[in-house]
């Protein structure tokens, strides 16, 4: 099987999530892996040259167009991504990034990966956090994917139903959604654990960063704790950190410093809403710190047993929770890890999304 593949309309700097560019860099490498591809054109850009993304079997070309402006991005968009995945002779063009163009139809078979539906439900849950015209485009964008695209990949059963009831409600034909699934890194450093709390904050009102701060400083009032609490991410302006010394914040961190201090905090504090997965109560388990975290239906999918779950409108649930993840002792913590490894491989990931290509593609050969 020969497939196209492109990045290079990512930069890690500038993305909007960091969660997405992450997903496109472990879909390439568990399909570079896997002995069914014989080729893989990797579209990529000046930034990603620096990445390890070298195999035997992937020829790169990189592109600096798409990430000069917003002008060559829309036309990397809309026109230079499919002029350039007939010229590499592929069958097939894999998005993992989830949007085609909306002014053509791919002239090869196109595979995309939609982490979820967030951006098109968001205006109906949050009134006035998107205007009218982002929301439009949005919902433009996602209904040109569905119409267009021979597989959809997502990376959950809740994110799966989820796209295939939006495109009802939209009186959409929708593709195959295939659920490749989604693996945290194993190779995470090892830190010398100190006095610290790590808090995720994002200025997103499905983050529901505002609960974060509050229940944590209400939690640090109650108990005496006098460790660190550092917070990291963005913030919306109507939203403070607490005064108190205990408390750090950041802002937004660079991916190795974010991965230091996960290492090093005893642990990991994560208020959600809706997520597609939710990979950072993952991520924190393999770096050996337990997670406390919103228990929603894809959280539930995706932890199982492991880590310390609680419900949003339950502050009690959570206190009770962060108190317990101090308490949790290291082979605990390593058992989770175990069990997460078992549940989402990037082997098994690789492996479904060949099937899915090899399936719908018409054979082997594809």
Not at 97 to 113: E, M, N, Q, T, Y
Not at 242 to 270: F, M
Request: aromatic share 10%; proline share 6%; net charge positive.
């Amino acid at each position: 099987m020969n497939v196209t593949y492109s990045i290079a309309d990512q930069v890690v700097s500038t993305a909007t999530s960091i969660g997405i560019y992450n997903l496109s860099l472990g879909y390439l490498k568990a399909m570079q892996e896997n002995k069914a591809v014989r080729k893989i054109t990797l579209f990529g850009n000046p930034t990603t040259s620096s990445l390890d993304l070298g195999h035997p079997n992937t020829e790169i070309r990189n592109f600096s167009y798409p990430i000069r402006g917003q002008a060559g991005r829309i036309y990397w968009d809309q026109w230079g991504c499919y002029r350039e995945a007939v010229r590499s002779g592929n069958s097939w063009l894999f998005l993992p990034k989830g949007f085609g163009s909306i002014a053509r139809k791919c002239p090869v078979k196109l595979a995309v990966c939609l982490a979820d539906v967030t951006s098109v439900i968001y205006r109906e849950r949050y009134p006035g956090s998107v205007s009218a015209a982002k929301h439009a485009y949005y919902v433009w964008t996602h209904r040109q994917t569905i119409r267009n695209a021979n597989i959809i990949f997502t990376i959950s059963e809740f994110s799966r139903q989820e796209i295939m009831g939006w495109a009802e409600r939209q009186r959409l034909p929708c593709p195959p959604v295939i659920m490749a699934g989604l693996a945290a890194e194993t190779d995470w450093p090892q830190r010398t654990k100190k006095d610290q709390l790590l808090v995720d904050v994002r200025k997103a009102p499905h983050k529901r960063s505002d609960l974060a701060i509050a229940w944590t400083e209400r939690w640090r009032a109650a108990t005496g704790y006098s460790g660190s609490i550092v917070a990291v991410g963005t913030l919306a302006d109507t939203i403070k950190i607490p005064e108190h010394p205990c408390w750090r914040y950041l802002g937004r961190v660079d991916q190795e410093t974010r991965k230091n201090l996960l290492a090093e905090s005893r642990a990991l504090i994560h208020f959600t809403e809706h997520e597609g997965y939710g990979l950072p109560p993952v991520e924190s388990i393999m770096a050996g710190t337990p997670p406390v975290y919103s228990l929603i239906p894809v959280t539930r999918e995706v932890m199982g047993d492991t880590g310390w779950p609680f419900s949003n409108d339950d502050e009690e649930a959570f206190r009770h929770a962060l108190t317990r993840a101090l308490e949790t002792p290291a082979p605990v913590i390593a058992g989770w890890a175990e069990d997460l490894q078992r549940r989402h491989r990037w082997t098994d990931i690789g492996q479904r999304l060949v099937d899915a290509m090899q399936y719908y593609g018409g054979g082997a050969g594809e």
